[in-house]
């Protein structure tokens, strides 16, 4: 059965997108930590990030780097973390989480901030504003 990942990818669920290559795909968390909080994702269903072959998985590091920048320009924050977990859904993917405190960082499964889906929808424009691909 696809992954959720993979539902988005093929069109069937939509997503807050903020940018997208013939691999890698960047959108909003729907349970987000912090606002900004992006996912950048391989196309390719791979359920574990060092079972990613070298090239895609180099590929996803130089990506999530430009759509952190783009996050980091969008989003009043100290910095953009990077978080892998990869537990939840099974495809490789890595969390962008604009942060000012460690506090910033935990992971409950839950979100932690409730964002109407306007302001998501407005805030991924204004991300992928900031993306240079």
């Given at each position: 059965m696809p992954s959720i990942f993979t539902r988005?990818?093929?069109?069937?669920?939509?997503?807050?997108?903020?940018?997208?290559?013939?691999?890698?795909?960047?959108f909003l968390d729907v349970r987000p930590q912090t606002k900004g909080h992006t996912l950048c994702i391989t196309k390719q269903e791979i359920d574990y990030i060092f079972d990613v072959d070298d090239e895609?998985?180099?590929?996803?590091?130089?990506?999530?780097?430009?759509?952190a920048k783009g996050v980091k320009k969008a989003v009043p924050c100290k910095r953009v973390c990077i978080v892998v977990i990869g537990d939840e859904v099974r495809h490789t993917h890595v969390h962008l989480l604009p942060f000012n405190s460690m506090a910033d960082v935990t992971?409950?499964?839950?979100?932690?901030?409730?964002?109407?889906?306007?302001?998501?929808?407005?805030?991924?424009?204004?991300?992928?504003a900031e993306v240079t691909l």
């Amino acid at each position: 059965m696809p992954s959720i990942f993979t539902r988005i990818v093929n069109g069937e669920i939509p997503c807050y997108k903020i940018a997208e290559t013939a691999d890698y795909l960047a959108f909003l968390d729907v349970r987000p930590q912090t606002k900004g909080h992006t996912l950048c994702i391989t196309k390719q269903e791979i359920d574990y990030i060092f079972d990613v072959d070298d090239e895609l998985y180099t590929g996803l590091w130089l990506f999530a780097k430009k759509v952190a920048k783009g996050v980091k320009k969008a989003v009043p924050c100290k910095r953009v973390c990077i978080v892998v977990i990869g537990d939840e859904v099974r495809h490789t993917h890595v969390h962008l989480l604009p942060f000012n405190s460690m506090a910033d960082v935990t992971f409950s499964g839950q979100a932690k901030v409730n964002i109407p889906a306007d302001e998501m929808a407005a805030l991924a424009e204004k991300i992928a504003a900031e993306v240079t691909l």
